[in-house]
């Protein structure tokens, strides 16, 4: 058998097979033997016709069972000769063969990009650090609203969710239902600007679309024209105002703090190996997006589309574009990440020790906001596995790397991950 290889790009090839005509008819012959002994053929006991018989009758369903059959040994064949890799099965895109003569089969397989790296210390690593400060504000603030009080006021401001009779004409019939809205234009779908001002008691009318109707009346059952404005007559039953304390000293004090300053101090203490610990991550992140930048390398689109078409094949039609560019990015990203870390496990080799597995084990317990012992209590299947040893041995490997190169603050606006984005499928192919 003769194998010729042509690359087409980085992630696929051709494979360009020729079977001398001998080996080919050996091969049909057995196979049309060991399919007579199961056929029937008019005239014949079954598995007693003559294979000529055996031919004429089934030749047509024989030959293209043994095509698939007999191309897939020959592909395997060439596939361990020549330690060819793919991911997808292959793809017959020529087949040329009748009885007696050889037979010539062209093939396309994807396999995985090759990673090369130009350089990997000494470079400028953009990366967004998390700032201990920031995370205090963050922390407090979260914590102001959760002692937020909701209090019954007369006159609404903007923001201010407002109870209401809602009614509208539906069919001849008037629809009467509580609904609950927002005065301003904070909230899509939600919000009415003329709320504003508005007291308890007060009569008013407004046009709503069928789509906020439903939204707020919890109905999608209604018979209403989404894009349709009906009038509505609303009356104002009640308004309520979330209101979030002042972050000051008297709220500290509540929080039992002696005041803001103090509070402040504490907060951050307790945060602060998580945020180093965080930046570990952003850290690590930004040195593969760094060197997928400096050594860009095509990912294998069929297997992109094959995975995502899988992840997606019960997903509502209606959301499906939509989901399809969420995972879209998502997979870009984590299979980029996959083959930049095989190329540096590969040239780095590092042996991954005890010590380093218990380091790696203390970081994610305290992203996780637990000690280590209740970690590995908690992930004892996930730690004894393989995935877990490999992960951790990237995590080293980047920290290493770490150490021989700069980092940079990044700009406002980071730029778009790395990797090429597979096209979403079209409304023919949702059917």
Not at 16 to 45: H, M, N
Not at 82 to 110: D, Q, R, Y
Not at 223 to 229: G, K, V
């Amino acid at each position: 058998m003769q194998v010729e290889i042509k690359e087409i790009n980085g992630v696929s090839k051709e494979i360009s097979l020729r079977v001398e005509t001998e080996r080919v008819d050996q091969s049909y012959q057995k196979y049309l033997a060991k399919a007579a002994r199961s056929l029937e053929v008019p005239g014949f006991r079954k598995g007693k016709a003559p294979l000529a018989m055996v031919q004429k009758a089934h030749g047509d369903r024989i030959r293209d069972y043994f095509e698939k059959d007999f191309i897939d040994e020959i592909f395997n064949e060439a596939a361990r000769e020549h330690e060819l890799h793919f991911l997808l099965a292959p793809v017959v895109k020529e087949l040329n063969w009748t009885p007696g003569s050889e037979m010539t089969v062209l093939f396309e397989i994807e396999h995985e990009p090759k990673v090369e790296f130009v350089q990997l210390s000494g470079l400028q690593i953009p990366r967004r650090e998390i700032l201990l400060e920031d995370e205090v504000e963050r922390f407090i603030t979260e914590l102001a609203k959760e002692h937020a009080v909701v209090t019954d006021v007369d006159a609404a401001e903007a923001n201010d969710q407002v109870n209401l009779e809602l009614s509208f004409d539906l069919g001849g019939e008037t629809q009467t239902q509580t609904v609950e809205m927002f005065a301003g234009e904070e909230y899509p779908q939600r919000s009415l600007a003329t709320l504003t001002g508005t007291r308890t008691g007060d009569k008013l009318s407004a046009e709503l679309t069928g789509k906020q109707i439903k939204l707020l009346c919890k109905d999608s059952d209604l018979s209403l024209d989404n894009d349709t404005a009906y009038p509505c007559a609303l009356e104002v039953n009640s308004i309520s105002r979330y209101s979030v304390p002042a972050i000051d000293d008297e709220f500290a004090k509540d929080m039992d703090f002696a005041d803001l300053a103090e509070m402040r101090a504490k907060i951050g203490a307790d945060l602060r190996l998580k945020v180093e610990h965080r930046n570990l991550e952003i850290e690590n992140s930004a040195i593969i997006v760094k060197l997928f930048t400096d050594n860009k390398f095509p990912l294998p689109p069929k297997t992109l589309r094959y995975i995502l078409e899988d992840e997606l094949k019960n997903a509502d039609p209606q959301i499906r574009d939509l989901l399809f560019q969420y995972y879209a990015q998502n997979l870009v990203q984590e299979m980029t990440a996959l083959y930049i870390m095989q190329a540096l496990r590969k040239q780095q080799e590092l042996e991954l020790t005890d010590t380093m597995l218990e380091q790696y084990i203390e970081h994610l317990a305290i992203l996780d906001d637990m000690s280590a012992g209740a970690f590995k209590e908690k992930e004892a299947a996930r730690i004894a596995s393989e995935d877990f040893r490999i992960a951790a041995t990237n995590f080293h490997i980047l920290r290493a790397l770490a150490v021989d190169n700069d980092f940079i603050e990044a700009p406002d606006q980071p730029e778009t991950e790395p990797g090429p984005e597979p096209e979403s499928p079209t409304q023919e192919e949702h059917a």
